[in-house]
């Protein structure tokens, strides 16, 4: 049931994107504040076939490092701008674009 679950999920994923960008989950962390919701790691193995789905049709699969900056970084020009978790757009300070947080 797990391994289905997880096909028809990625299948969405890929289905109904081009590009994929899947963060790098600590999830040996995250099982201490939410066990039973992360602990048979079926987010890991969601990623897993999304991506050899993606690269099987030619789509682009990218992945980011878990500590790597991705909030606040402006995807015009690369500024770094600090956002509260209540900020949802900003408008960036060096090209002046607004974006999606
Ligand atoms: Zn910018």
Redesign the pocket.
Known sequence: QRLDFAHKISRQITNENDILVFEDLNVKGMQKFNGSMVADNVMGLITQLSKYKTELEGKLYHEIGRFEKSTGV??????HHVLTLNDRNFT??????Y?SR
């Open positions: 402006c995807s015009e020009c690369g500024q960036c300070t060096a090209c002046e674009t974006q």
